[in-house]
């Protein structure tokens, strides 16, 4: 027996799963669908330097980077924003905007193998490329909320945020931007303490401490409550009070939409990735001390690729962590299954008229398996049985005579003559 196993952090997904996955992509399709998202599709390998650009320590560090046989060095992708950043960049770049742009596909991390974390992992990801404007973040909240929704979820929160909020104090104290990021990095693994001792060592104003701290401890599902305390934490910061009022009028276009989205507003909330400038958000579950989901806006990253300056909002939707979700919660997937059918011929001879059948079958939209091992019919059946088929259709030399075959309901064992012209419509009937 072999010993090949799958590479660490890798797995294999087996037909129940498989089914699952798709079924999840299947969701995220119809969702990039309804919101006029369009998909494209990128390479998963591209340039280290475009990957590594903006990703931020935590990614960078994990990225399956090599250098291929021409010398280039390359790395897998850890994510899609990049890719679709170096779009926009160059081969859309004088296309009118908005950009509303959907990718599904997977992605690579060297990260830690555990539950929900995995090394080769699936995203849907949306971006809204050309908008500055609230209502832009507010959609990308809103079609994950709908996404979330239809797959069978429940209680799911989104937490959100604003890295301008922190970003506009450091940058008002002349903080330089490695610091901020260490900071934020710091912060992003909830590493308060550390991040706050940080702070202190850079040398900021005392009142700038102060504030800090207090943003850390800000947060909670009483959105405006929240957000009118964090406006009081950044009273002389312009840049600062900016992101408070911007992370506002987002939260209020949601309120007063016609979805009902269960939202945490966290004033200390960073993420890893080092692009955003805007709003941030996550979406976590009960069941699950991971996130689902996570994206936000990031303003500047079109222009660093050496495209026109064009904001943009975005957020990727991790689609193992949704089917763990959703196994965890008993989420059923949408039955709507078609039903199945198996061809037995009686014997070799009549081979040739199964397989006819069979294809007959399929054009009119039926499942259809042919008996394929040579087994007589007992065993056949015995299988028909075990692999849970509807219908086994038995061609055999005495019915075929009268244009017909035995049409045998695996699930009550009744089976009669059935005309073969009158086949398709007792199947699906
Ligand atoms: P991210 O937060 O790094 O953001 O990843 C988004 C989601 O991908 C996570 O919330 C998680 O569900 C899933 N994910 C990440 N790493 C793993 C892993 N090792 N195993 C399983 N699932 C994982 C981004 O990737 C950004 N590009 C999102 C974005 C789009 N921001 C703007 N536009």
């Known amino acids: 027996m072999s010993s090949f196993q799958t590479v660490r952090g890798m797995r294999d997904f087996m037909p129940e799963e498989a089914k699952m996955m798709r079924y999840i992509e299947g969701k995220a399709r119809r969702i990039a669908e309804l919101y006029g998202y369009k998909e494209i599709i990128t390479p998963v390998v591209e340039s280290y330097e475009l990957l590594s650009a903006k990703a931020g320590e935590e990614v960078r560090l994990r990225m399956y980077a090599f250098k291929d046989l021409g010398g280039r060095m390359v790395a897998l992708r850890p994510e899609f924003t990049p890719s679709v950043a170096r779009l926009v960049a160059t081969t859309l770049r004088n296309e009118p905007r908005p950009f509303r742009l959907f990718c599904v ?3 690579y991390r060297y990260d830690e193998p555990q539950m929900g974390r995995y090394r080769e992992f699936w995203q849907s990801n949306f971006e809204l490329m ?3 404007k609230p209502e832009a973040d507010a959609e990308i909240i809103m079609l994950t909320n709908d996404f979330l929704r239809s797959v069978g979820l429940k209680n799911y929160v989104f937490k959100v945020g ?3 909020v922190l970003r506009g104090i450091f940058a008002q104290e002349n903080v330089e931007e490695k610091n901020v990021n260490e900071v934020m990095q710091l912060m992003d693994k909830k590493a308060y303490a550390e991040a706050v001792r940080r702070v202190k060592e850079i040398g900021v104003s005392k009142k700038c401490v102060e504030n800090v701290q207090r943003l850390i401890e800000l947060k909670g599902k009483d959105t405006l409550e929240i957000v009118g305390k964090m406006r009081e934490c950044v009273g002389e910061y312009d840049k600062a009070l900016e992101a408070v009022e911007n992370l506002q009028e987002i939260l209020k276009l949601i309120a007063e939409g016609e979805s009902k989205i269960t939202i945490t507003v966290d004033a200390g909330f ?6 955003y400038t805007g709003a941030i958000f996550e979406v976590n579950i009960p069941e699950l001390d991971i996130a689902l989901a996570g994206g936000g806006r990031y303003d500047r990253l079109i222009e660093l690729f050496g495209g026109e300056p064009t904001p943009a909002v975005g957020i990727a939707h991790g689609l193992d962590r949704i089917m763990l979700a ?5 989420t059923k997937m949408d039955a709507a299954e078609a039903k199945k059918v198996v061809v037995i011929p009686a014997k070799e001879e009549l081979k040739a008229d199964a397989l006819k059948i069979a294809n007959k079958l ?3 939209g039926i499942t259809v398996e042919v008996e394929v091992m040579g087994r007589k019919m007992g065993k056949a059946l015995e299988d028909a049985d075990r692999r849970k088929m509807d219908y086994a259709i038995i061609v055999g030399e005495r019915e075929l005579k009268d244009g017909a075959v035995v049409l045998r309901d695996m699930a009550n064992r009744v089976q009669n003559s059935v005309k073969i012209e009158e086949l398709v419509e007792r199947v699906k009937g």
């Open 326 to 330: 959703m196994q965890k919660q008993g």
């Open 130 to 132: 050309g908008s500055n």
């Open 162 to 164: 604003h890295v301008g």
């Open 105 to 107: 596909g997977s992605l």
């Open 270 to 275: 960073a993420r890893g990735l080092e692009y």
């Open 362 to 364: 399929r054009g009119a």
